[in-house]
Every structure is written in structure tokens, then in C-alpha cells.
């Protein structure tokens, strides 16, 4: 039978000085089991290391919130609540008390426009808004867009991003408006 030598250095406490422990006659077997043991717990390790590292991305999100002054407001310059339009129409955005910069560009109380059409639940207002049919991003920096809708009632309201497209803390959102689309 093969045997090995593992010189293992162990730390006394007492002294503080670093020792030498030498195991002989170590079989092969007692060899792989340990690698075993090892792998199998370094697998273990990364799984919990993956965990944390979920329960860390949250945070992360949480990082990336850009504080938004009180007095900041978004608002729909036209059209106005209750108006009757013809599509394509124009819907130009409001904003006070903010800048407004594209996105990707991280400067304090700037943010860039998103338009949610039809939108009855609001998104997740500490993550990155998704693009949609629904959710418009103005990420060069647009006031104002034109709009094709079909014939009927359609709410339209403004929410503002920061560079990676995550609501103010707290949230910039105009009000609903509803228009009617001939
Ligand atoms: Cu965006």
C-alpha cells in the first residue's frame, strides 16, 4: 500500500506560532475520501454562496435608488385629462424640480421619462423598468412623443427613471390621465 506524508500546519493558539503536525502512512483511500469530503464541501460552499448571493441583488437594486428631491413632479402637458384626440397625437412631458438626463448617465436629480400606457398595476418601483408596449422609455432624453392608439379610452402616465431606468426614491409619477382616442 502506497503511503503518503501530509505535512498539515496547525496554528497554536497558546503560542501563536505556527506548527508543524506530520501524519504518516496515509492510504490512498483516506487521501480520496478527504478530497471527497473537500469537493463535496466546496460544493456546499458555492451553493451558499449562490444563496447569498441572491439575497444580495435585492440590495444591490436598493444601491442603484437615486433620491429625488420633495418638491420634484412629473406631470402630461398635453393632452389633458378627459380629452378627446386623433392617433397618432402628441404627448408631451413635464417636469419640475428635476433635470432630466439620458439614461446611462448618473447625475444627481436628473432622471429620464418612461410613459405607462394602460397600465392598471404599477411596476416594481425599486427595480429597473422594463420596456414594454406599456412602458416607454424617453432614454435619449425626450419631452415628448407621438402616439399611435387604437379608437377607445387609454390612461397614460409619466414616470421618471434614474441612468438604469429604477424610480426615484421616492417614486417621480405623474398623475393617471384618461383620453379618448377617435
Ligand atoms: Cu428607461
Redesign the pocket.
Known sequence: MKSFDLIVPVRDMTVGATQRLTIENVSLGAVLAMVMFIRRNLAIALICFTCLLNLLVPSAYAADLSPAPESAKAYIIAPNNGDTVKSPFVVQFGLSGMGIAP?GVDRPNTG?H?LLVDVDELPSLTE??Q?SKQVL???AGQTETELSLTPGDHTLQLVL?NYS?IPHDKPVLSEKITVTVE
Open positions: 439614461a429620464h418612461h429597473p423598468l420596456g422609455h424617453y432614454g427613471g431606468h
